[in-house]
């Protein structure tokens, strides 16, 4: 029999019966029997929709419908042929497992009613991506240096299945506060500010929400210029030559000096740039004077130092000086002088001085002084003292050199005209004398009378008093030679001026007297004498 009514409720009532014709009794009789000709339902959902997998496991959402007969089991397949797949009762989700390799993954999925009906195959897709992007970062075209925080930051990402979504970037690598961008091939970032190794950290992430491994790019952030210092002969204020040696240093904490210049007027227009070194061999300008070399150094980043600078006095000139003795004097009766010095330098300072008498043999150097009290030996005669200076630098001038004459021993002087003891007739006294000295000669020469005030008679050897009172005399004269040498002499006289004998106008009053007397009485005895004729 035939059931022609589809889902109404049909019975159907059956019976055997054998061979010999009986009938089997009672007949049995099914009911509620359905009739169901229309294949069951269904949907099948990979991990609720999602795009992407980064898993081969999944989660598959399914339904499964039949209005009749109702669902019985389902079957799922990677691959769409239904060769070895099992039935199995069917859920609303069930894990599984796509195909190995990432790239776009289907389910496929049936569904069996009670009646034995299957539905028609269903399925949806996921693009499985197992593989984490993959991507680089360089600083600045792969700079080992760079000289300001804000750089260049040259990126690159990919991802084979899902694509790349985003990237996102970090000083320190730590990833907590970074924020998710766009990708780009190019971004300008900022460095920490402190100079030094800078590393810049770079990650990515695909469309199936992979993350690459942490890319890092590093360089040294060198900001600051090179610092350094120069000395000219280690320090020294002069030099007596043009060629000098360089004291230098020269630092930098980050890129490393690079190298360094030099120059004499300061002005870097056509100085070249060499390798450093800790010292170098210069040569100044040639005009003595102050002289300042100008130095600076280049790190391996290209900055420019200020500019150093050190000084040293070029004195290429010996000094020069005078000498005299005892204020330029001819003589000197004494074997100690003073010598008068002068010491002059354009440059540097004089600072020693030296003497000798023969031009041979010097005196140690000593500290020089405008003034020095000096020795000769006792023979008289000329004596010179010969003077050189040195300066600070030991440059020592020519020599200079004064003469004198030592005169040790007095003139001699004789009075010729008066001697000792002897008795001159007149008031007026005419004194001469003669003088003369081995060595020098005479300067002057000083007279006085009985102690009276001195008289220069310059170089003449004679000299008049008058108006001298008779009795002794004593007179002194005095020779004094070129070396202020002198001589005494003394000659006692007596001066008689009396016309009897003397000296004094004693006798001649006595004479006067008895002459008046024997005149008072010659006139008495006449006055008598004719008195008494009368």
């Known amino acids: 029999p035939f059931i022609t009514t589809q889902g109404e409720n049909n019975s159907l009532e059956y019976w055997s019966i054998d061979n010999a014709g009986n009938e089997e009794l ?5 009911t509620e029997i359905k009739l169901d000709t229309t294949a069951p339902a269904g949907s099948i959902t990979i991990n609720n929709g999602d795009p992407y997998a980064v898993s081969a496991s999944v989660t598959l959402t399914l339904t499964a419908t039949d209005a009749t007969s109702g669902v019985h089991q389902v079957r799922f397949s990677n691959d769409g042929v239904w060769d070895t797949e099992s039935w199995e009762a069917y859920s609303s989700t069930k894990v599984w497992n796509l195909a190995s390799g990432d790239g776009t993954r289907t389910v496929y999925y049936q569904v069996m009613d009670g009646a034995g009906l299957v539905s028609e195959t269903y399925s949806d897709e996921i693009i499985l991506d197992t593989s984490s992007p993959v ?7 792969e700079s080992e240096y760079v000289t300001s925080s804000v750089v260049t930051l040259n990126l690159s990402a990919a991802d084979a299945t899902s694509g790349v979504h985003q990237v996102r970037l970090s000083n320190d690598g730590v990833w907590d506060t970074e924020l998710w961008e766009n990708p780009s091939s190019t971004k300008v970032w900022t ?22 491994e942490v890319y890092i790019s590093s360089g040294s952030l060198d900001s600051t210029p090179p610092t350094g210092s120069i000395k000219i002969n280690s320090g020294d204020v002069y030099t007596n030559s043009t060629s000098v040696t360089l004291n230098l240093t020269a630092m930098d904490a980050t890129s490393g000096v690079h190298q360094v210049r030099f120059s004499n007027d300061g002005i870097w227009d056509t100085e070249s740039w060499e390798t450093y070194s800790a010292t170098k061999v210069w040569v100044l300008e040639s005009d003595d004077g102050t002289k300042t070399v100008y130095y600076q150094i280049m790190d391996n980043v290209g900055h420019v130092s200020e500019t150093f600078s050190a000084s040293i006095i070029l004195d290429t000139k010996p ?10 004097s001819a003589y000197t009766p004494s074997t100690s002088v003073t010598l008068t010095l002068t010491a002059v330098d354009a440059t540097s300072e004089v600072t020693e001085m ?10 140690d150097w000593e500290a020089y002084s405008d003034s020095k009290v000096w020795m000769f030996t006792t023979d008289e005669g ?18 200079y050199f004064d003469t004198i004459v030592l005169d040790t021993k007095p003139p001699t002087v004789s009075v010729i005209s008066i001697t000792n003891d002897t008795e001159v007739k007149s008031s007026t006294i005419t004194a001469s004398w003669s003088g003369a000295d081995t060595i020098s000669s005479i300067n002057h020469y000083r007279v006085r009378l009985n102690n009276g005030s001195w008289i220069n008679t310059g170089t003449n050897s004679e000299y008049t008093f008058t108006g001298a009172s008779d009795g002794n005399q004593v007179l002194d004269i005095i020779a004094v030679d070129e070396a202020n040498n002198s001589i005494q002499v003394q000659i006692n006289f007596s001066v008689n001026t009396s016309l009897i004998g003397g000296p004094g106008w004693i006798e001649e009053i006595a004479v006067l007297g008895a002459v008046g007397v024997a005149v008072l009485v010659a006139v008495a005895v006449f006055i008598v004498r004719r008195a008494h004729k009368k």
Not at 319 to 328: F, L, M, Y
């Open 191 to 212: 460095l920490t500010l402190d100079d030094g190794e800078k590393t810049v950290y770079y990650q990515i992430r695909d469309n199936a929400g992979l993350l690459s």
């Open 135 to 141: 991507g680089s970062i360089v600083i600045d075209v």
């Open 26 to 30: 009672p007949h049995k009789i099914l």
């Open 319 to 328: 000094p020069a000086g005078s000498i005299t003795i005892n204020d330029d």
């Open 382 to 399: 000329t004596k010179i003292v010969n003077y050189q200076v040195r300066d600070q630098l030991g440059l020592i001038s020519g020599t």
């Open 354 to 363: 030296r003497f000798s008498t023969d031009d041979v043999s010097w005196t």
